[in-house]
C-alpha cells in the first residue's frame, strides 16, 4: 500500500539479522504437498504464523498475477524437487544433517542446510553474487553497468542543428515533395512549355526553396522561444508544415503571443522580399516563375497560420489573449480549441466548395473528375489535422493544469534498508511488518547503494526467496536516480526524463533516504491527471 504523505525514511532500528531461520519443510512426496509448499508466505514465516488471520503483503498482489502466468513452471520444478528428493539416498551431501557444530539442542536448522551449496552459499560477501535465474528470471546485470536507455524518437532524418535545436525531416516531406513538385511541374507546362521535362527539376528546386521558408518560419518560433530560456527539443518538418517541440509553456499570455505571432510574421517578411525580387526579373522566366511561386506560397503559409484556431499560430495568438482577460490559461485553450475544431469543419466543407465555385482561380467547368477528388481529399487531410492538433491541445492543456498535483513526496513509497547479503525472503517480511513497498540496499554504514527492482522480485518464485539475496536483484544507484522529495510538477517529470529507469531513490535536502518513487506510480498518477476533470 502507498503511503500518502507517510514518512518513507527507514526506521533506525529496523536493521534485523539477516539470519532469519526457518523450519525447512519435509521432502514433497506427492503434488499436494509441494504445492503447499510453493504457496508459502512471502516472508518465510512458520506454519504457526500462517494459520492465523490472513495478512495481505506488500507483493501479494504481484505475486498472485503472476502465478498464473508460471503455472507449468512451477509444475516442472516441483517436479524436479520430487526427482531431488528420490536422489537423496545416494547424494548425501543432499540429507538434513543432524545438526551443525556450535548449534545449540532443539534450535531452528539454517534455511541454507539440506541442499548442495551454490556460488552465492559460497561467497555470501561478494556485493553481486546471485543464483541462477529461476523460471526465467532475466539475469542481473553486472555492477556499474547503466540499464540500457529506451531508444529516442528522432522523427525523420536530421538536417544540422541550428541555434543547437535538431531539425529532422519526416518520411512524409519526401511525399509531399514528390506531390509539389508533380503539381507544379504541370502548371510550369501550361506557363513554359519550352521546359519540356526540365520544368520537374525546376518543380523539385521550388519544393525545396519552400519547405526552407517553413524551416524559416519555425526558427522564428524557436530564437523566440530561446530568448524567453524555453528549451526547444526539436524542428520537425513533415507533411504540411513544420513543428517547433517547445517542452514549456510561456509564463505571461504576452510571451506567448510573440512567441505565435514571430512565425506568421517572418513569413509575411519572406512573401514581401520574394516580391521585390520580381521587380529585378522578367515575368515570363524561371528565376520570375520561382519567385512568384514563393512569394504566393509564404503568403499562404502566413494567413492560414493567422487563422484563430490551435493547433495554429492564430490560435495560439487567441489563446494569450483570453488568457490574458480572463487571467486562466486553461480558460484560453479551451476558447481557441473549440475555435480550432469550428475551423476543421469549414475547411472540410468549404475547400471544395470554394473550388468548385471557381472562387480559388480555375474556372468552375475545369474543377471536375480526378481535380475534384483531390481538393476533397486535401481539404479532409487540412481538416483532420487541425482537429487532431486542437484536441491535442486540450489535452496538453489539462494535464499541465494538474502537474503541480504530482509530487515526489506524495507518489513516494515508504522503504526499509537491508543489507546486500540479506536474503528476499528476509527482506520482503521486514518490509511487510513495516508497511513498506520498497527496498534500499545500503552498506554496512547506512548509506544506499542500489535499489532492489520490483519486477526482479515477483519474478522470483516463492519457494526460491529464501535463497536468493537481495543484491542479486537490484540496480545500481546512479546520481540521476538520487531526486529529491521536494520535486514536483515540470521538475520532477525533468528529472526522470533526464536519467530514465524503473526506480528512484527519494531523498531529503539533509541526504536522509525518505523512500522510492517508481515510474509505474508516476504513470498512474498521469493518467489519473488526465481523466479527471478541469
Known sequence: MVESGGSGRPRPGSEESAEH??????????????????????DGTSAERQAGPAKETAYETARQDRQDREGQEEQEERGTERAGTDRQATEPAATEPAGEPGTPPGSTPDPTAGRTPDDHDLHPDRPHAHTTPALGETPTPAKGRRPPRPPESRGGLLMGRPFGVPVYVAPSWFL????ITWVFGGQLD?????????????????????????????????????RFKLPVRRIQLQFFGGVSEIEKEAETPGREFVLAFVGPLLSLVLAGVFHLAMQTVEPGTVPGVLLAGLMVSNLIVAIFNLLPGLPLDGGRMLRAVVWKITGKPMTGTVAAAWVGRALAVSVLIGLPLLTQSGALGSQAEDSVGMDTVLDALLAAILAAIIWTGAGNSLRMARLREHLPELRARKLTRRAVPVETNTPLSEALRRANDA?????????????????????????????????????????????????????????LLDALRATPATEYLVVEETGEIYGVLSAADVERAFVKAMARPS
Not at 532492489?452 to 522470483?460: D, K, L, T
Open 190 to 226: 501550361r506557363v513554359l512549355p519550352e521546359l519540356g521535362a526540365a520544368r520537374y527539376l525546376v518543380a523539385l528546386f521550388f519544393a525545396v526553396a519552400f519547405y526552407a521558408s517553413v524551416l524559416v518560419h519555425e526558427l522564428a518560433h524557436t530564437i523566440a522561444a530561446l
Open 435 to 491: 508497511g513498506a513497498r520498497a527496498l534500499v540496499v545500503v552498506d554496512a554504514h547506512g548509506e544506499p547503494l542500489s535499489l532492489v527492482r520490483e519486477a526482479a522480485i515477483v519474478g522470483v518464485p516463492e519457494h526460491r526467496r529464501p535463497w536468493v539475496a537481495v543484491s542479486g536483484l537490484a540496480q545500481d544507484l546512479t546520481e540521476g536516480m538520487r531526486v529529491s522529495a521536494e520535486l514536483a510538477g515540470e521538475d
Open 176 to 179: 509531399v515533395a514528390a506531390l
Open 21 to 42: 531461520h526457518v523450519t525447512p519443510a519435509p521432502p514433497a512426496a506427492s503434488e499436494d504437498t509441494a504445492s503447499e509448499e510453493t504457496t508459502a508466505e512471502v
